[in-house]
């Protein structure tokens, strides 16, 4: 494993802060507006791309901005971990624009500059943590995505909306500041840097030394870290996120999909792998506790999500239990365990920004939320539900679409590590899992519609809306097929081979 110092590792970020500007500029004209944002995802993307064969090769690219402090740098780096996250939002956000054309128009609604300027810095912030080299960096980009995504998050004005961004706020912030801004501090007091040890999952930040003389202030730093990413929705600091589904659907796929729970589970998987590392993990006793809060936020949210009726709080609470996978998987430490929580954080972002995208275009067909009063939809919009289908499977973890890859890998490393607990937890999840989506599947194809429903006025949503929800569809089959295309990257940041 190779470093070496390239300022290209700038390029997406300066895109990404770039677009929003755009937007700003353009705002007049809707078409160019939006046309910024793709043009922008794209490019960024792309940029990203351009570091593969290099990373695949085990070479890692970093560039340090400016130094505060001995230890203490504004600094981003390409590895194997960082390329998948860095793409991903970028990619993911030409298809959310896409959609976005197709439901913000549909439905006029206002500051639609506003929004997009938010909507894109909010990939900013994504990137930013994707590229972050040490734990200064990303908290800065972490907050970053809290900030800009609030306006989202309370787009609509009214009540309701600042409630929830309230709410939002309050969980997110309130976290960061109570425990991640100590966690760091108490960071840099132990190990003397904030950088992360790129190319090393075993040993991390802490020195043996350090672990051997202050265990218990390494074990909780620890706690504060976990406690302190609370946009990974672990349980009891989950409860954002529903309550976030205030927000427009194209703003929960965001939220739910790509920047912000993305965030949350991304941070954390550095964080465990380059902050603390797997041996310090196991020897720490640390390893199974996270594991275990994260396998009771699995089964809890999924059987909460069994309750809900409205179709985004029931993917916001399927979001919750889904985000648990990757905490698990990268808590045990384990190659095959690690592999699988990895893997989720791509593969569950395909397969829920679809979900969300087609609670939305069912919304604009028919402005319905209930999952009761579906029946018979599917007949009027198959590609719509057919894509939800499709995502759907992937979420409860069939073949062939990706959910089945990352839990395969995951279940073999719980049983690898003889934890029957956690074994059990993840079966009961793809059980729950089908408990609430299979049944809104069968009511929008194979019952029929209430009379009193005006059914046969409801079509498919605009094609801006529909093309990307199943173009999203087809890419979670594709990499349940071909897994190896975040596969490889995995590999060559754990080198667990």
């Not at 043009?39 to 940029?47: D, F, I, P, Q």
Request: aromatic share 14%; with cysteine; charged share 10%.
């Amino acid at each position: 494993m190779s470093v070496s110092v390239s300022c290209n590792v700038l390029w997406p970020l300066l895109v990404t802060l770039l677009a929003p500007f755009g937007i700003l500029l353009t705002g007049k004209n809707q078409n160019i507006r939006e046309s910024v944002s793709i043009v922008a995802g794209a490019l960024t993307a792309a940029l990203v791309l351009c570091f593969a064969p290099a990373v695949l090769a085990g070479h890692i690219y970093r560039y340090e901005l400016f130094r505060i402090l001995p230890g203490i740098t504004v600094a981003f780096a390409v590895d194997g971990l960082g390329i998948i996250f860095a793409f991903i939002a970028p990619f993911l956000w030409v298809f959310a624009t896409s959609y976005n054309i197709g439901y913000m128009r549909s439905l006029k609604e206002h500051a639609q500059t506003r929004y997009y300027f938010c909507f894109a810095i909010a990939i900013f912030g994504a990137v930013g943590v994707a590229l972050a080299a040490n734990v200064f960096t990303l908290y800065l980009f972490y907050e970053i995505i809290s900030v800009f995504t609030y306006p989202l998050v309370a787009h609509h004005q009214d009540e309701e909306g600042f409630y929830g961004a309230k709410k939002y706020m309050v969980y997110l912030m309130g976290t960061s500041k109570l425990f991640l801004l100590p966690a760091m501090v108490l960071t840099y007091v132990l190990a003397g840097t904030l950088e992360f040890p790129l190319g090393d999952v075993k040993n991390g930040l802490f020195s043996a030394d350090v672990i051997a003389a202050h265990p218990n202030l390494v074990r909780l730093t620890y706690v504060l870290f976990i406690a302190g990413l609370a946009k990974a929705a672990l349980m009891p600091f989950h409860n954002w996120l529903p309550s976030a589904m205030v927000a427009p659907t194209p703003v929960s796929a965001l939220l739910h999909a790509v920047a912000v729970v993305k965030a949350g589970v991304f941070s954390v998987s550095r964080i465990i792998l380059s902050g603390f590392g797997t041996e310090p993990m196991n020897a720490l006793g640390l390893s199974l506790p996270t594991a275990y809060v994260a396998a009771f936020t699995i089964v809890a949210a999924s059987l909460i999500a069994l309750t809900k009726d409205d179709i985004k709080a029931r993917l916001a609470y399927s979001t919750v239990s889904q985000l648990s996978y990757v905490v698990i998987g990268v808590a045990l430490a384990v190659p095959a365990s690690v592999q699988g929580g990895l893997l989720h954080i791509g593969h569950h972002a395909f397969s829920k920004i679809t979900l969300f995208f087609g609670a939305g275009a069912i919304y604009v067909a028919s402005h319905l939320k209930s999952i009761k009063a579906m029946n018979g939809l599917g007949r009027k919009m198959p590609w719509t539900f057919g894509a939800f289908g499709l995502a759907s499977l992937s979420m409860i973890g069939m073949p062939p679409v990706c959910g089945f890859v990352s839990k395969w890998y995951l279940v073999n490393g719980v049983v690898d590590q003889g934890q029957m607990i956690l074994l059990v937890a993840l079966l009961c999840s793809t059980i729950l899992n089908a408990g609430y989506f299979v049944p809104i599947f069968y009511r929008a194809f194979f019952l029929p519609p209430d009379p009193a429903s005006h059914m046969e006025e409801y079509k498919e949503a605009p094609l801006t809306m529909v093309v990307p929800l199943v173009f999203t569809s087809f890419v979670s089959v594709a990499l349940g097929i071909y897994p190896e295309i975040f596969h490889n990257f995995i590999k060559a940041f754990g080198q667990f081979y």
